[in-house]
T-cell receptor, first 115, second 113 residues
């Protein structure tokens, strides 16, 4: 079974600064996907960024980028130029290609962006 | 296009009752998954449906069941409700299994009293 760990329950950052959220996972699989989701107070889970394990290049989506270290089983999210709208819960998630569409989530990190 | 629609948004039920939650996926999406979110257990996978067939089920008791209709809409049912069933129930849809472009709904907040 896979496990996903987010060691930072809460974080805060000043507007316009950069923040990094940590995520580690445990799996014996070689082919999998990793995701970061954002959950604002509206409750809807919004996909921030996705990384395929077979790709060595780190994924980037505008102000969001990841540092994917496959050997270390680490998948951190960097948010640059933080905005007030980035305030939300952030969840790291793992998906094993061979186990269907079943996401395994970490416990989440509550991010507060301060003006 | 319309997103994933979950109804109702809020629900209050009494212990021992049963409840049915509904999820309408994005048009054209045929795969629907359900998750339970609680402060204590976090986000946990419940089921996955595709073409009216359950493909995967999480580690939940038999009181939790679901189904998918021919138009890809899905329902989940919880019978003999317990206080611990109080949670946010999230539904996600994708084009098909193997397509990982999930879109989540805003969930149904179930409170059991």
């Amino acid at each position: 079974a896979q496990t996903v760990t987010q060691s930072q329950p809460e974080m805060s950052v000043q507007e316009a600064e950069t923040v990094t959220l940590s995520c580690t996972y445990d799996t014996s699989e070689n082919n999998y996907y990793l995701f970061w989701y954002k959950q604002p107070p509206s409750r809807q889970m919004i996909l921030v960024i996705r990384q395929e394990a077979y790709k060595q290049q780190n994924a980037t989506e505008n102000r969001f980028s990841v540092n994917f270290q496959k050997a270390a089983k680490s998948f951190s999210l960097k948010i640059s130029d933080s905005q007030l709208g980035d305030t939300a819960m952030y969840f790291c998630a793992f998906l094993n290609n061979n186990a269907g569409n079943m996401l395994t989530f970490g416990g989440g990190t509550r991010l507060m962006v301060k003006p | 296009k319309a997103g994933v629609t979950q109804t109702p948004r809020y629900l209050i039920k009494t212990r021992g009752q049963q409840v049915t939650l509904s999820c309408s996926p994005i048009s054209g999406h045929r795969s629907v998954s359900w998750y339970q979110q609680t402060p204590g257990q976090g986000l946990q996978f419940l089921f996955e449906y595709f073409s009216e067939t359950q493909r995967n089920k999480g580690n939940f008791p038999g009181r939790f069941s679901g189904r998918q209709f021919s138009n890809s809409r899905s329902e989940m049912n919880v019978s003999t409700l317990e206080l611990g069933d109080s949670a946010l129930y999230l539904c996600a849809s994708s084009l098909a299994p193997g397509d990982y472009g999930y879109t989540f709904g805003s969930g149904t907040r179930l409170t059991v009293v």
